[in-house]
């Protein structure tokens, strides 16, 4: 097969645009020749393979070609023995014929701009060399942020994040490790620059003690509009109310609701876990209205060492006679 495309851009086989766009981004900044001036040479070669990785994957009809024929056969324009022609040929077996672009047009579109950091062509660059790019590209770039001259050009915007609510339940929070599908349609740049519609799944795994406010944010999933880099999308955490419990920081705190003679004689409080456990909390003092009992360790896991928890705490509402007769009254004050 010649060079293998897939590992220049270190992507899977199964690499969608988004995916090459991201790889070719990441890869044409380390390796474009302005950025290694003492290894130029080598990084032009290194930069000119990685744009010609990207045009080619990044192009259904000569990923197809290429899948089925190779670079050679790509790139000889010919198929081989017995090959039926390529695709997109016509019944006759015409070939395809490999046209490449330039690494420039490449970086210009993957980055906005044919000059990005503010810098014009290179005029002691000759005609082979396919860079119109100066030397001092990235040089001019940090004197143009400390406030030095020269002419400079506005790099490629990044659309403004999109934030959305992501309820979770208090169960789910508690026990963690729990995975939820987030279904998302986008608009992504097809090889002719045209935006498609898709649909993506996002994968979001929900960690023990995560708190109302928690952002799991997706780089650059927004829409892709030439020239602009994708906003990224952040989903907020917020919890579900509970029936029974609610949550204070890494306390639990739960209400019971209990009579006055269990205020006064005791009160054995049960109560259900997050996770499906029953507690006995057995209360032998006096039960006043502001009294808390509190049961170390059976809050919420603390996120930063989800092997350790909050308290729970139990709360009392006691629920005073409307009423009492004389003997009731008379009895009362003989015991207290």
């Not at 022609?85 to 490999?98: K, Q, R, T, V």
């Not at 608009?187 to 498609?196: H, I, K, N």
């Not at 979001?204 to 020239?227: M, S």
Request: proline content about 7%; some cysteine; glycine content about 10%.
């Amino acid at each position: 097969m010649g060079v293998d495309y897939f590992k220049v851009l270190q992507v899977d086989r199964s690499a969608n645009d988004d995916e090459l766009k991201k790889a070719y981004r990441k890869l044409a900044m380390k390796w474009h020749p302005d950025k290694n001036p003492n290894n130029k040479k080598d990084a032009e070669a290194k930069f000119k393979q990685i744009s010609e990785a990207y045009d080619v994957l990044s192009d259904p009809q000569k990923r197809a070609v290429y899948e089925q024929y190779g670079e050679e056969g790509l790139k000889n324009q010919a198929p081989p023995p017995g090959g039926g022609g390529y695709a997109g040929g016509s019944d006759g077996g015409a070939a395809f014929h490999f046209n490449p672009r330039s690494a420039d047009d490449i970086f210009s579109e993957l980055f906005g701009s044919a000059r990005p950091f503010g810098m014009g062509s290179d005029p002691r660059a000759g005609p082979s060399s396919g860079f119109r790019y100066g030397d001092d590209i990235f040089a001019s770039l940090r004197a143009a942020a400390a406030g030095g001259g020269g002419e400079t050009s506005i790099p490629a915007k990044k659309d403004a994040p999109i934030e959305r609510q992501f309820p979770c339940s208090l169960e789910d929070i508690y026990k963690g490790n729990t995975t939820k599908k987030m279904k998302i349609s986008r608009e992504v740049l097809d090889s002719s620059g045209r935006p498609r519609a898709v649909e993506e799944i996002l994968t979001i795994d929900i960690k023990p003690g995560w708190k109302k406010g928690t952002k799991i944010t997706f780089r650059e999933k927004g829409n892709e509009q030439r020239g602009i880099i994708p906003s990224d999308l952040s989903f907020i955490v917020d919890e579900k109310p509970h029936p029974v419990f609610k949550r204070d920081g890494n306390d639990l705190v739960v209400v019971h609701k209990i009579s006055l003679v269990e205020a006064l004689t005791g009160y054995t409080a049960h109560v259900t876990t997050l996770d499906g456990r029953t507690l006995s909390v057995p209360v032998n003092c006096v039960i006043s209205p502001t009294y808390e009992e509190v049961v170390k360790g059976e809050g919420m896991p603390i996120p930063k060492d989800p092997s350790r928890k909050g308290n729970l705490r139990i709360k009392f509402t006691i629920k005073f006679p409307s009423k009492l007769t004389s003997e009731q009254k008379l009895g009362i004050k003989r015991v207290l």
